[in-house]
C-alpha cells in the first residue's frame, strides 16, 4: 500500500498501573507496525546506591502498589544468597503464602476490574452479551465487580496477618521473617482462606476446583461449559463465552517465545513427594523447552531514554543513566529491554503454564498460538492451581517451629532474587562493597512484556503482539486495549519518578 494511505495512530491506554501510550502504524485494514512508550522514568536502581544493605527491603516494595510483596521477596532472596543462608521451612512457607495471597487477589483485581470491563465498550452494544456484561461489570456497580473487592480485600488480610501490613510490607529479612505468626493467626488465615476459596469455586469458576483441573484439552474445556448452567452463569463461563464472540481467540499472537523463573520454592513436607518449586523454571523459543539460566538474561536500551551501551547487559553490569536531552529521535520509552539470550520473550500465567507444560494450555497454544483468549484464561485460573497450596502451608506452618535463622553481618559480594510476581518473572540483582549497595538492578515483568525494540530492532512481546491486528473502528480500537490488558501491564514497575520535559 503507498506511504500516502497509512495512517500513524497514537493511543493513550488506560487502566493500567502507570503510564502508557501506543504508537501505531495502520494501513486501513490492519496495524503495520508499533511502538510502546512507557513514559516515565524509575529511578530506584539509582537511589539505593550507597545504602545501607537492608534499605532494599524497604525501598524496593515501593516501586509498585500492587505487587510489593514480590518485590519484597525478590530482595530478599537476593540477600539470602548473598549471606549464604538456609531459611527455616516456616519461613518459606510464609513468604509463599503472602506471595500467594498477592497473586490470587491481583488475577481477579484484574480479570474483574480492568479487563472484564472492555466487554462494556460502545463496540459491543449491538453483541448479545452486552446486557449481561454492563450488569456484571459496571465500575463499582456490577455485581461481580463489588464482589470481586470484597473478597480481594479479605484474602489481602493474610498478608497482613502475617507481615503487619499491606502494601509495602517489610517483614522479610535476610535469613528468614522477622515477624512470628501464632496459632491463632494461622486459624485466622485458615478461614479467610476457605471463605475466598468457596466465593472462587462458586461465582468465578462456578466448579469445585478439582472439576476445573480435569480439563486438559480444547474439547474438554466445550464439554466442560455446555455441561453446566452454573458453568456458563460463571464469571468463567461469561469469558469463555464472549471472548471468542468478540474474536480474542483470533489476536494478540506475539513472539511465541516464553519465560518462566519458578514459582514458589516448596519445603519437604512429610509423606508428600513434590517438586522443588510449585511450577518449574524454562524458556521455550517457538515450542522448544530449554533449562532456564540467569546468566543469559541481559537488557538493551537501544531504543530506550537510556545513555546506550552495545548489545545488551546482564543485570549485574547494567547501568540506569537517563538520557533526557532528546537529541536521540530513536529512543521511545522509558522501560528497559530485557532478554533471554538476546531473545524477546513473554512472561506472565499463561508462560507458567507452557513451560510447567500444562495440558490445557499447551494444546490451545499448540492449536492456536499464543492469544489475547488463552493468556486471560490462564490468569483467570491461576487461583486454582495456587489457592490448594495455600490450604496446606496454613496447616503446616507450626508457630512453635523457627521462623528465622540468624545472619549476625551481610558480607560485601552479589546476590539475585528471582520469581514469578503476579504478572511474571522479577529479578533483583544487587552487589554490596563496603558494606554498602554499590550496584542494584531490577527486571520486572512489564519490562518484559512491555520492553522497546533491541539492540537487533526486535519488537518486544506486546509490541509484536499488535501486527497483523484489524481494527473495527480506528477511532475505538478497543482491540489494541484487549492485547495489552491481557498482559495486564503495570508499567510503574517499569518505569517510575516523573520527568518534566
Known amino acids: 500500500m503507498p506511504a500516502a494511505d497509512r495512517?500513524?495512530?497514537?493511543?493513550?491506554?488506560?487502566?493500567?498501573e502507570g503510564d502508557l501510550a501506543l504508537h501505531l502504524e495502520y494501513d486501513g485494514a490492519e496495524v503495520t507496525n508499533s511502538w510502546s512508550s512507557g513514559i516515565m522514568f524509575r529511578g530506584f536502581e539509582n537511589m539505593l546506591k550507597g545504602r545501607g544493605p537492608l534499605d532494599g527491603l524497604v525501598l524496593t516494595p515501593r516501586v509498585c502498589g500492587i505487587c510489593g510483596t514480590a518485590h519484597l521477596m525478590a530482595a530478599a532472596r537476593a540477600l539470602d544468597m548473598l549471606c549464604g543462608v538456609i531459611i527455616p521451612d516456616n519461613a518459606v512457607m510464609i513468604r509463599n503464602l503472602a506471595l500467594m495471597a498477592e497473586h490470587v487477589q491481583s488475577d481477579i483485581r484484574h480479570g474483574i476490574l480492568m479487563f472484564m470491563k472492555d466487554f462494556l465498550n460502545p463496540i459491543y452494544e449491538n453483541e448479545s452479551f452486552y446486557p449481561e456484561a454492563r450488569?456484571?461489570?459496571?465500575?463499582?456497580?456490577?455485581?461481580?465487580?463489588?464482589k470481586a473487592i470484597q473478597e480481594t480485600k479479605r484474602m489481602l488480610e493474610i498478608v497482613a496477618i502475617v507481615g503487619g501490613q499491606w502494601p509495602n510490607s517489610s517483614f522479610m529479612v535476610p535469613g528468614g521473617i522477622a515477624t512470628a505468626p501464632t496459632c491463632n493467626d494461622m486459624v485466622s488465615c485458615g478461614y479467610i482462606h476457605k471463605a475466598f476459596s468457596n466465593w472462587y469455586e462458586r461465582e468465578i469458576l462456578g466448579c469445585t476446583i478439582e472439576r476445573w483441573s480435569a480439563i486438559t484439552t480444547r474439547d474438554d474445556l466445550e464439554t466442560w461449559l455446555a455441561e453446566s448452567d452454573a458453568h456458563r452463569r460463571s464469571d468463567l463461563g461469561f469469558f469463555l463465552r464472549c471472548a471468542r464472540r468478540a474474536g480474542l481467540d483470533k489476536i494478540g499472537g506475539g513472539h511465541d517465545n516464553f519465560i518462566s523463573v519458578g514459582v514458589q520454592d516448596l519445603p519437604p513436607w512429610t509423606g508428600q513427594s513434590l517438586p522443588v518449586s510449585l511450577l518449574s523454571p524454562g524458556f521455550i523459543k517457538k515450542g522448544e523447552?530449554?533449562?532456564?539460566?540467569?546468566?543469559?538474561?541481559?537488557?538493551?536500551?537501544?531504543?530506550?531514554?537510556?545513555?546506550?551501551?552495545?548489545?545488551g547487559l546482564h543485570p549485574f553490569e547494567g547501568v540506569t543513566r537517563p538520557c533526557v536531552s532528546g537529541t536521540n529521535p530513536d529512543k521511545y520509552s522509558w522501560a528497559k529491554a530485557p532478554r533471554y539470550d538476546d531473545i524477546p520473550a513473554e512472561t506472565g500465567p499463561l508462560a507458567e503454564m507452557l513451560v510447567d507444560e500444562n495440558p490445557l494450555f499447551s494444546d490451545l497454544v499448540r492449536n492456536q498460538g499464543p492469544t489475547v483468549f488463552s493468556r486471560q484464561?490462564?490468569?483467570?485460573?491461576?487461583?486454582?492451581?495456587?489457592?490448594?497450596?495455600?490450604?496446606?502451608?496454613?496447616?503446616?506452618i507450626n508457630p512453635k517451629a523457627p521462623y528465622y535463622?540468624?545472619?549476625?553481618?551481610?558480607?560485601?559480594g552479589r546476590g539475585y532474587g528471582?520469581?514469578?510476581?503476579?504478572?511474571?518473572a522479577l529479578g533483583h540483582w544487587m552487589e554490596i562493597r563496603d558494606g554498602v549497595i554499590h550496584h542494584y538492578q531490577i527486571v520486572t515483568p512489564t519490562s518484559w512484556n512491555g520492553s522497546p525494540r533491541d539492540a537487533n530492532g526486535i519488537r518486544g512481546p506486546w509490541e509484536e503482539a499488535m501486527i497483523g491486528t484489524r481494527l473495527r473502528d480506528p477511532e475505538n480500537p478497543v482491540e489494541l486495549g484487549h492485547i495489552v490488558r491481557s498482559f495486564d501491564a503495570c508499567l510503574v514497575c517499569a518505569v517510575h519518578v516523573c520527568v518534566k520535559r
Do not use: C
Open 7 to 16: 495512517r500513524i495512530l497514537t493511543i493513550p491506554l488506560n487502566r493500567v
Open 135 to 146: 450488569l456484571r461489570y459496571e465500575p463499582f456497580r456490577g455485581t461481580s465487580v463489588i
Open 289 to 311: 523447552k530449554t533449562a532456564f539460566n540467569q546468566a543469559r538474561i541481559s537488557e538493551h536500551v537501544a531504543f530506550s531514554r537510556f545513555e546506550g551501551y552495545g548489545g
Open 377 to 396: 484464561l490462564a490468569r483467570l485460573t491461576r487461583p486454582a492451581r495456587i489457592l490448594p497450596f495455600m490450604k496446606k502451608m496454613i496447616a503446616e
Open 405 to 412: 535463622t540468624t545472619v549476625k553481618d551481610i558480607p560485601d
Open 418 to 424: 528471582l520469581i514469578e510476581a503476579s504478572r511474571g
